[in-house]
């Protein structure tokens, strides 16, 4: 790849969530990934209703909720390279236009099984488009040095609307039934529609190459080429992705604190998030990036100890907080991906991590029913670590090439 890279991020002059929201691009980006957050948390859980009432299925249920996570794969591997096309907005736009029929199609009462899940593959496959067209526009719409901040409010965001949308979903569908609740998150992907329309502008940057399968193969082969974005996509991914699989085991190793735990999950999340996102300088959270990569999986060590809940809630809180870990290292990935690709790494990341969440959920699944759900936990926390700990030097190589020091 061409090495026009971002500089290093400053952390001479702090950037705050005002000031970011106060960027006309910055705010049109965030105001329209928080409405489709918003309606996809509505519609998930309209959606999981209605395949759950219709088939009687938990399997069904569930792939129908988060089923469309394993599509962004596909979007990685096939056209991801269109979110660094030359009119991004224009594909984000039509993109979202695509989103808002196919929320709308699963609305239609009658709609077949088989179409529903047809409709769910399609939604995945662009959503994993979007974010990476959004990624992108992102990435010139704030400066190097706001790259984390912004990040890290858009994750708190993500957060707590998917929070609040499944609360209110659940509290509609008490009221109506799930098609009309489909309706509404159909509406918020409208206004998200026309956000992108009124605020965004069209990133001043043009492809080396066409757009297409060709193209996202080429890129994706230089991407993997590199050691440096090797090791970061590998921290990015796994050790995220076994943690995350850690977390689904919550409801069959403690049923009755299940909700809890996952409560505490979700608030250290949030609280890394704005800590090492906002308050944190750039320097500072370089340096602190193997810490908090440890912080992601050790507290889950404990579970082999079956402790006392309030044991167990300290540690999964504690855990989650680690999960800013990625902020510093997509922060190196960006600085060592060409300003004409940064949206399809960025949406290679992305789908990676939604996938290998996947694939850590299904792994711990599996070794839950041979060796038990509190030695499932602890073996995929130990693995984490143990991916962390081996591919230090690596992502301290990588730093050094981005620029920050080579801090791991």
Same mark, same amino acid.
Do not use: K
């Given at each position: 790849?061409?090495?026009?890279?971002?500089?290093?991020?400053?952390?001479?002059?702090?950037?705050?969530?005002?000031?970011?929201?106060?960027?006309?691009?910055?705010?049109?980006?965030?105001?329209?990934?928080?409405?489709?957050?918003?309606?996809?948390?509505?519609?998930?859980?309209?959606?999981?209703?209605?395949?759950?009432?219709?088939?009687?299925?938990?399997?069904?249920?569930?792939?129908?909720?988060?089923?469309?996570?394993?599509?962004?794969?596909?979007?990685?591997?096939?056209?991801?390279?269109?979110?660094?096309?030359?009119?991004?907005?224009?594909?984000?736009?039509?993109?979202?236009?695509?989103?808002?029929?196919?929320?709308?199609?699963?609305?239609?009462?009658?709609?077949?099984?088989?179409?529903?899940?047809?409709?769910?593959?399609?939604?995945?496959?662009?959503?994993?488009?979007?974010?990476?067209?959004?990624?992108?526009?992102?990435?010139?719409?704030?400066?190097?040095?706001?790259?984390?901040?912004?990040?890290?409010?858009?994750?708190?965001?993500?957060?707590?609307?998917? $929070? #609040?949308?499944? *609360? %209110?979903? /659940?509290?509609?569908?008490?009221?109506?039934?799930?098609?009309?609740? &489909?309706?509404? =998150? !159909?509406?918020?992907?409208?206004?998200?529609?026309?956000?992108?329309?009124?605020?965004?502008?069209?990133?001043?940057?043009?492809?080396?190459?066409?757009?297409?399968?060709?193209?996202?193969?080429?890129?994706?082969?230089?991407?993997?080429?590199?050691?440096?974005?090797?090791?970061?996509?590998?921290?990015?991914?796994?050790?995220?992705?076994?943690?995350?699989?850690?977390?689904?085991?919550?409801?069959?190793?403690?049923?009755?604190?299940?909700? $809890? #735990?996952?409560? *505490? %999950?979700? /608030?250290?999340?949030?609280?890394?998030?704005?800590?090492?996102?906002? &308050?944190?300088? =750039? !320097?500072?959270?370089?340096?602190?990036?193997?810490?908090?990569?440890?912080?992601?999986?050790?507290?889950?060590?404990?579970?082999?100890?079956?402790?006392?809940?309030?044991?167990?809630?300290?540690?999964?809180?504690?855990?989650?907080?680690?999960?800013?870990?990625?902020?510093?290292?997509?922060?190196?990935?960006?600085?060592?991906?060409?300003?004409?690709?940064?949206?399809?790494?960025?949406?290679?990341?992305?789908?990676?991590?939604?996938?290998?969440?996947?694939?850590? *959920? %299904?792994? /711990?699944?599996?070794?839950?029913?041979?060796?038990?759900?509190?030695?499932?936990?602890?073996?995929?926390?130990?693995?984490?670590?143990?991916?962390?700990?081996?591919?230090?030097?690596?992502?301290?190589?990588?730093?050094?090439?981005?620029?920050?020091?080579?801090?791991?």
């Amino acid at each position: 790849m061409p090495s026009d890279t971002l500089a290093p991020p400053s952390s001479a002059v702090p950037t705050t969530y005002r000031t970011l929201l106060r960027t006309g691009r910055f705010a049109a980006l965030f105001t329209s990934f928080t409405l489709t957050v918003a309606a996809n948390a509505l519609a998930g859980l309209a959606l999981g209703t209605l395949v759950g009432r219709q088939t009687g299925s938990p399997f069904l249920t569930a792939v129908s909720m988060y089923g469309a996570t394993f599509a962004t794969v596909l979007g990685a591997l096939t056209l991801m390279s269109v979110a660094d096309g030359r009119r991004p907005r224009r594909t984000l736009l039509v993109l979202h236009g695509v989103s808002l029929a196919g929320t709308a199609a699963q609305a239609v009462p009658g709609l077949p099984l088989v179409g529903r899940f047809g409709v769910l593959v399609v939604l995945g496959f662009v959503q994993s488009l979007g974010t990476a067209t959004r990624m992108g526009l992102l990435a010139e719409a704030v400066p190097a040095a706001g790259y984390a901040p912004a990040r890290s409010l858009m994750n708190i965001a993500s957060g707590g609307l998917t $929070v #609040l949308g499944c *609360a %209110a979903g /659940a509290a509609l569908l008490q009221q109506v039934d799930p098609q009309r609740v &489909l309706a509404v =998150a !159909a509406g918020l992907s409208a206004l998200s529609l026309l956000v992108v329309a009124a605020g965004v502008r069209e990133r001043p940057i043009g492809p080396v190459r066409r757009p297409g399968l060709r193209s996202t193969w080429a890129t994706n082969a230089l991407l993997f080429a590199d050691p440096g974005r090797r090791a970061l996509l590998l921290n990015l991914w796994v050790p995220n992705g076994l943690v995350v699989g850690c977390e689904a085991l919550f409801v069959p190793f403690a049923p009755e604190r299940a909700g $809890v #735990l996952l409560a *505490a %999950a979700s /608030a250290g999340m949030m609280a890394g998030d704005l800590v090492v996102g906002r &308050l944190v300088p =750039a !320097a500072v959270r370089h340096r602190l990036a193997f810490r908090l990569r440890l912080l992601l999986a050790v507290p889950f060590l404990l579970f082999a100890l079956r402790p006392p809940t309030a044991v167990l809630v300290v540690a999964v809180f504690a855990a989650g907080a680690g999960f800013a870990a990625t902020l510093p290292l997509q922060e190196r990935l960006l600085a060592l991906s060409p300003g004409h690709v940064r949206g399809q790494v960025q949406g290679v990341e992305s789908a990676g991590r939604m996938t290998w969440q996947g694939i850590g *959920a %299904a792994l /711990a699944g599996g070794t839950a029913q041979v060796l038990g759900t509190g030695t499932a936990i602890t073996l995929l926390a130990a693995v984490s670590v143990a991916v962390t700990v081996l591919s230090r030097p690596a992502v301290a190589r990588a730093g050094r090439a981005a620029g920050d020091g080579g801090v791991s």
